[in-house]
């Protein structure tokens, strides 16, 4: 009967161990995903607020202003009159 009692009790040794192994794995492997989610969510706001920093570099240089510096600059001029040309028909071009 007590040999019986004692691979009972070493087998509920040998299960407890190995919940604390598992334990300690999980808990490991859980800090691990949370560091990791810390660290994606830190490049995400990075990228956020670059993304927001080059929308703002892309509306300042495509601004009217900027436009009417390039058109200076190209030697661009204003136009004066407008001459439209009327087609006869649906056809643009006819053979």
Do not use: W
Request: proline letters at 1%; charged letters at 20%; hydrophobic letters at 45%.
């Amino acid at each position: 009967m007590t040999k019986n009692l004692t691979v009972y009790y070493a087998f509920l040794a040998l299960i407890l161990v190995v919940m604390i192994f598992s334990y300690v794995h999980q808990v490991s492997a859980l800090t691990e995903e949370t560091y990791l989610i810390e660290r994606y969510q830190e490049k995400i706001d990075a990228y956020s607020r670059e993304s927001q920093t080059l929308e703002y570099q892309f509306l300042q240089s495509n601004s009217f202003f900027e436009i009417e510096n390039v058109a200076q600059k190209l030697d661009f001029e204003p136009v004066e009159r407008v001459s439209y040309i009327e087609v006869l028909g649906s056809e643009v071009v006819v053979k």
